[in-house]
Every structure is written in C-alpha cells, then in structure tokens.
C-alpha cells in the first residue's frame, strides 16, 4: 500500500510541477535580455497561464504600451473570421454563358465569376473547366470575360508599405483570383550548349518569357527573375537571367502578377484549348448579364483551412483577401477593405479590449501604421482559446515551432518543439510573436511579445525563442 501511495505521489509530482514563480520569470527575462542585447523600454511583453479566477499573469513588460505589431495583426484578423464565417464556410467561383449554342458551338461570351476565393488554383480551374466540358459546348465564338464586380479594383490597399515589389508576398488582390495571383518559374541547366531552360506553370497568353538564363559548371546560382513593364503587352513579361550551376537540377522562383482578373482569364482559355475547347475572342472585363446561364460551379476550401493558408506562413495576400469577404457583410459590390477592416475593429471592440489599446488599418500588418498592445494581442489570443465554436480551427492555423510553416527552423530539436504554437512578425525594426506554449501537465501559457528598436532582428527571435524554452522547461 505504501509503494503504491509513493508512486502515486511522485507521479503527481511529475505531472504537476510548479511553474517558475513570476519573480523566477522576471529575473530569468532580465538575464536573457542582457544577453542578447535587447532594452526593456523596446519591449512589449504579457504572458499568463490559467483561466478566470485561476489567471495567474506571469510577465507584464510594457503590456499596455502601443507598438507596431507587424504580421501578428493577422490573429485579429483571424479571430473576426472565424466569428464571421462559420467552419465549413465556403467561397464559389462559377462559369456563367450567354448567347446561343447551336451544334456544338457557343455563338457568345463564357464568363469566369469570382467569389473572392484566396484559394482558387489550378485544381479548382481544372474541376471548372471539365464541368464545362460536359455540356457538350466544343468551341466558343466569343470572348472570356471576367467578372470581378464583388470587390472594388484596388489591387494595392494603401494600407500596405509604399513600395511595391514582384514577390508573391505583394501579390494583388482581386475577387477573381488565380493561384495566389503568382505565376511559378522553372530554371533547369541547358543540355551542354550554354543555355538554360526556363519553364513558366501555369503557361498562358499572359506571361511572356524571355530567356536570357545560362548554365554554368557546379552548383552556381545567381538567377535573376524580374517583372518588366511593356505598355505595348495586356500581360506581364517575366524576365529571367543569370546562371545555373549544372549540379542543380531545377530552381523554382515565385513572382506576383499585376492584373488578377486577365492572369484568371487567360489561364482559363488556356486551360479550355488544352480540353480541345478553342475561343475566338478576347479576354476583357464585364459584370455577368440577368439573361445568362450558370453552367458551372468551384467552391474553395473551408474557411479554416484559408485562415491556416493565412498564419502557416503569413500570407499577405491571403489576409487581404479573406478581409474583403468580411466586407460583403457590409455591402454586396464593390467592396472595400476598408468595409473589412472596418468589420475587424468592430470585432476588437465587441471583446471588450480599450480602443486606446489598438488601431488597425491593415489586415495583415504589411504596414507600420497599425498599432496594437501586448495586452490587446493577448486578449485575442485569450477569446481565440476559451470560444470554443473556433479554438480548434484556430489553433490548426497557427506555425508549430520546429515543424512547420515560419516557425519551421525555430526552437527545433529542443524542449519546445511541437509545445510552441504562434503566429510570427516581422518589418524592419519589428519582431514580434504571439500565440500558446503548452505545458506537460496540460496547463497553456498565452503570450504575446513584441519588439520595436535597432537591435538586430536574429538576437531579438533568439531572445523570445529562449525565454519560451525556459517557460516551456
């Protein structure tokens, strides 16, 4: 009996260890921050473990001061979502015809209707295009066009940074989408002669390719893929130079289109002459007519698996999107996203956090204009984890440290890994993370840290990386 009580007891005592007193915390911070370099006053930090009256608040560093937050932004983002949009909650994309079909033919204009789905790619255009196929319509005497009425046509919200670039992370926005609005380039080493092969995915009368790319002996690689303007060319041209080492056998490079609604259209007609289906005319733009028909229907996937494309790896584009769609709340065309931030500051409100505490231009933080506290992040965290109706969603969406999505290379291989689940930030002189760091014995710290100053930001992610490992430990 008395083994068995002495098992008991240390079983217990295993499972249930004393977390460090927030005396033991605050001294453990001040030594780490020493150690990285990092100054209190360019801190906000609030960390707490249990729930209700049992809240214990384990670091409160700046908590309630007002900082550039970066891309956690996009867990309130998240959190008005998931509050809007149930689970299971999806975007359609449809093809609509008008005019006449005789023998085969379609004597008018097939039309492509966006949804605002973020997540419309190839395979959903694939499913599209075969359900087309079988209404038994061979050929299409008329134009592609494009309905992308839902939202308005401002592809760069001024919310984001000034500075435009070609990376897929600056992607435009639109209501009819396609493949995150980036087209992927392919360089492979040439068959000896010098050259390189250059392959666009997906190819269409969109993108035009110039090849300027060579092979080189080893493993070089300094390819250079740029987006030129040519105002006499409806497209994008893509632009590709530099080397290959031989020893590679294929380097991938994203960039972002400029005009979503024309990449989609003429990714469609491609798609269409790949099923055999020709069409004579143009792609341009148009709003669906009363008199069409509806022939056939792509729904995206659920709505939490988009918020998981969103935090996985803090897509901007996505964000953007997924915000315009809160904006149909407000208004059914042309929407805004302004009518969807405005829909996320109202959510922020509804959890009762202080307006002095937050003020959210931007969905996905690509700005420094938002302005949100440590405490105003953490009270969102805190709504995400008790509600729930979204708690399991959300927590799906969220990077795992030493696994995947920008927590991947992070805390890996050490007592945090897998027990680290939070969203990243980053602008320049912006680091923050905000998320749970679970304990062995089932109790979940909830944190929000952010940093604003010079220090560089590698020792500041080491910085909030450890001081985890030691709340975790």
């Keep these: 009996m008395k083994k068995i009580i002495l098992i008991s007891l240390l ?16 001294k453990e911070f001040s030594s780490l921050a020493k150690k990285y370099a990092i100054k209190t006053e360019d801190l906000g930090i609030y960390a707490t473990t249990g729930d209700g009256e049992s809240q214990q608040v384990l670091l409160d560093v700046n908590g309630k001061v007002v900082m550039i937050p970066a891309s956690i932004s996009k867990v309130a983002t998240a959190s008005a979502v998931l509050s809007a949009f149930p689970p299971g909650t ?9 005019g006449k079909i005789q023998d085969g033919i379609l004597k008018g204009d097939l039309y492509l209707k966006g949804g605002g789905d973020p997540s419309f790619v190839s395979e959903n ?3 599209l295009v075969n359900a087309f196929l079988r209404t038994d319509i061979k050929k299409i005497e008329g134009d592609i066009v494009i309905d992308d009425s839902l939202f308005d046509k401002v592809r760069y919200d001024m919310s984001r940074q000034k500075e435009r670039v070609d990376r897929a992370y600056d992607a435009p926005v639109g209501a009819m989408s396609f493949n995150w609005n980036s087209v ?3 360089v492979r080493p040439g068959n000896g002669d010098g050259s390189a092969k250059v392959f666009i995915d997906p190819e269409n009368d969109y993108i035009r390719l110039v090849n300027k790319a060579k092979s080189a002996p080893g493993s070089a690689n300094d390819l250079l893929a740029d987006r030129k303007d040519d105002p006499k060319f409806p497209g994008d041209v893509i632009s590709v130079g530099g080397r290959i080492g031989r020893a590679n056998k294929e380097i991938v490079v994203f960039k972002n289109i400029t005009q979503p609604d024309l990449w989609a259209g003429y990714n469609l007609k491609a798609f269409l002459a790949q ?4 069409v004579t005319g143009k792609v341009r733009n148009a709003e669906v007519p009363a008199s069409a028909d509806m022939v056939a229907e792509s729904e995206s996937k659920a709505i939490e698996q988009i918020v ?6 803090s897509n901007n584009y996505v964000a953007e999107m997924l915000t315009k769609n809160l904006g149909t709340l407000k208004k059914s065309k042309a929407v805004t996203l302004a009518d969807g931030v405005a829909v996320i500051n109202e959510h922020m409100q509804s959890l009762g956090i202080p307006s002095d505490q937050y003020k959210l231009t931007s969905p996905s933080g690509l700005t420094r204009d938002n302005r949100l506290s440590s405490f105003a992040m953490w009270k969102v965290l805190q709504h995400l984890r008790n509600d729930f109706r979204v708690q399991p969603e959300f927590l799906t969406s969220l990077p795992i440290a030493g696994i995947d999505g920008t927590l991947k290379k992070r805390m890996k291989n050490g007592p945090a890994e897998r027990w680290v689940r939070a969203k990243t930030g980053f602008l320049t002189n912006v ?9 062995q014995d089932g109790r979940v710290i909830t944190f929000s840290f952010v940093y604003n100053g010079s220090t560089d930001e590698a020792k500041v992610r080491a910085f909030f990386d450890n001081l985890l490992i030691y709340l975790v430990k």
């Excluded at 099923?275 to 020709?278: D, L, Q, S, V």
């Design 90 to 98: 999806k975007f359609k994309t449809q093809l609509w015809t008008s």
């Design 184 to 186: 992927n380039i392919f």
């Design 125 to 127: 255009m694939w499913f």
């Design 431 to 439: 680091v923050s993370l905000a998320g749970y760091a679970g304990l």
């Design 308 to 313: 998981a494309d969103m935090n996985k790896f």
């Design 275 to 278: 099923r055999g289906i020709p």
């Design 11 to 26: 079983f217990s005592r295993f499972t249930f260890a004393a977390l460090a007193t927030p005396e033991e915390i605050s």
